[in-house]
C-alpha cells in the first residue's frame, strides 16, 4: 500500500536560518507531489506542485523552493526564513494521470520566532 | 485559472441539525474533478469524495450527501443530522482531468457542531 512520510513534525526556527522540509512517498510511481501551506486560520495554499523528477511549478512566488532530486522525493527548502514563513506545511501525492484523490502526510507545523 | 471558492467561512448548528456548505468553482477545463476533504482537530487531510465533471449524479454516503451542479459551477456539502464529531474545517477542491494541473483548494468552512 501506499504511504507518505513528511518529517519533522514540528518546528521551531529562527528569522533568517535555512529550511529543508522533506516528504517521501511509498508504494507507487511517478506520482504527482505538492506542497501546500495552512497559515493560522486560513486555507490550503498550493507552493509548489511537481509531475516528475527536476519538474517544479510555482504557483505563488516567495521566500521557498522545492526540489524533487528523486521520484518519490520532495523537498521545502528555504536560504532564509521570514517570519512570515510560519505555518503549517502539508505534503500530498496523488496519481499522474485521471488523477486520484490527494493523500496527505501528517504535516509539519513551522513557527519561525 | 483554477479557483475555488468557499464563501461560509464559519458555520455553527446544534447537533443533529442539517447543515450544507457551499462550494463554487472556476475552471477553463471541460472535464475535471472535484473534492471534499475534511481536517479534524488533529490536522491531518481526511478525503471524502472525488467527483468528476462527467457525472452530475448527486452522491448520498450515510449522512454525508453531495449535490453537482454544472450549470452553476457548484458542488455542496451537506451533512444530516450533525454529530459533534463532525466539527472540523471542511476543503472543497479541483483539478484538471489530465493531473498535470494542480489540486486548488477553496480556503475551507469551519463547521462547529454544538451538543
Request: with cysteine; glycine share 8%; proline share 4%.
Amino acid at each position: 500500500s501506499q504511504t507518505i512520510h513528511q518529517w519533522p513534525a514540528t518546528l521551531v526556527q529562527p528569522v533568517g536560518s535555512p529550511l529543508s522540509l522533506e516528504c517521501t512517498v511509498e508504494g507507487t510511481s511517478n506520482p504527482n507531489l505538492y506542497w501546500y501551506r495552512q497559515a493560522a486560520g486560513r486555507g490550503l495554499q498550493l507552493l509548489f506542485y511537481s509531475v516528475g523528477i527536476g519538474q517544479i511549478s510555482s504557483e505563488v512566488p516567495q521566500n521557498l523552493s522545492a526540489s524533487r532530486p528523486q521520484d518519490r522525493q520532495f523537498i521545502l527548502s528555504s536560504k532564509k526564513l521570514l517570519l512570515s514563513d510560519s505555518g503549517f506545511y502539508l505534503c500530498a501525492w496523488a496519481t499522474g494521470f485521471a488523477i486520484s484523490e490527494a493523500f496527505f502526510g501528517q504535516g509539519t507545523r513551522l513557527t519561525v520566532v | 485559472a483554477q479557483k475555488v471558492t468557499q464563501a461560509q467561512t464559519e458555520i455553527s448548528v446544534v447537533e443533529k441539525e442539517d447543515v450544507t456548505l457551499d462550494c463554487v468553482y472556476e475552471t477553463r477545463d471541460t472535464t475535471y474533478y472535484l473534492f471534499w476533504y475534511k481536517q479534524p482537530p488533529s490536522g491531518e487531510l481526511v478525503f471524502l469524495i472525488r467527483r468528476n465533471s462527467f457525472d452530475e449524479q448527486n452522491e448520498i454516503s450515510g449522512r454525508y450527501s453531495w449535490n453537482f451542479q454544472k450549470s452553476t459551477s457548484s458542488f455542496n456539502f451537506t451533512i444530516t443530522a450533525s454529530q459533534v464529531v463532525d466539527s472540523a474545517v471542511y476543503f472543497c477542491a479541483l483539478s484538471g482531468f489530465s493531473g498535470n494541473t494542480p489540486l486548488v483548494f477553496g480556503k475551507g468552512t469551519r463547521l462547529s457542531v454544538i451538543a
